[in-house]
């Protein structure tokens, strides 16, 4: 059981990588900075993951984890203010 978690945390981690290199893709055609923010909350999220996985936590209780994934969405909630700010 434990190999089929540590399998399918790997899948999700590469999900998350490859969606940042997904954004980074539309960055470099648009140069919109929003794509470079969703790419790099995707980036901590993946990063976040494989933490979990390496350190070997089991269940989500240790804080850091959450501080991490806080960091992600803060980004994005802040290039999604930024963006609708206007100028």
């Known amino acids: ?14 999900g998350f990588l490859f969606a ?5 893709r539309f ?7 929003l ?5 790099v909350a995707f980036a901590i999220l993946g990063l ?3 933490v979990q996985v390496f350190a070997n936590i ?5 804080s850091y984890i959450y501080l991490i994934r806080l960091v992600a969405f803060t980004s ?3 290039a999604i203010i930024w963006k609708n ?3």
């Open 1 to 14: 059981m434990a190999t089929m978690i540590d399998f399918l945390s790997g899948a999700i981690t590469f």
């Open 20 to 24: 940042a290199v997904f954004f980074l």
């Open 27 to 33: 960055w470099r055609q648009t140069g919109d900075q």
């Open 35 to 39: 794509f470079v923010a969703f790419a």
């Open 48 to 50: 976040g993951q494989a």
């Open 58 to 62: 089991a269940q989500e209780d240790q």
């Open 76 to 78: 994005i909630i802040c």
């Open 85 to 87: 700010r206007g100028t």
